[in-house]
């Protein structure tokens, strides 16, 4: 059994950086794609990290190219998200998110194991 934990969600000034933590616990990296979503009131979860663990590539939507940065652990076994330069258009409920094998299309549903989300709230 998969299981994420994320931590490490606060409420910010706008400008400000935070650090989001994913313990990983039921599998390895491997060759898996590990992924940081968020979700805001009244829209959609949205992707804004992913990385395939077996070759390390990333990508990022173009609302947090430069700003976020995923990374990944493999003595810890936990998952990274460093958010730096944050806006108050990054305020939601990031949630970290699992996929065994490779990534797939940059969609909620191609994740099948979730982390039950922490809080960021960036204030202007």
């Known amino acids: 059994q998969v299981q994420l934990v994320e931590s490490g969600g606060d409420s910010v000034q706008a400008g400000g950086s935070l650090r989001l933590s994913c313990v990983v616990s039921?599998?390895?990296?491997?060759?898996?794609?590990m992924a940081w979503f968020r979700q805001a009131p009244g829209k959609e979860r949205e992707g804004v990290a992913r990385?395939?663990?077996?070759?390390?590539?990333?990508y990022y939507p173009d609302s947090v190219k430069g700003r976020f940065t995923i990374a990944q652990d493999t003595a810890k076994n936990t998952l990274y998200l460093q958010m730096n330069s944050l806006k108050p258009e990054d305020t939601a409920i990031y949630y970290c998110?699992?996929?065994?094998?490779?990534?797939?299309?940059?969609?909620?549903?191609?994740?099948?194991?979730w982390g039950q989300g922490t809080q960021v709230t960036v204030s202007s």
């Open positions: 990385i395939y663990s077996g070759s390390g590539s990333t």
């Open positions: 039921g599998t390895s990296f491997g060759n898996n794609c």
């Open positions: 998110a699992a996929r065994l094998g490779p990534c797939a299309f940059f969609l909620a549903s191609s994740f099948k194991f």
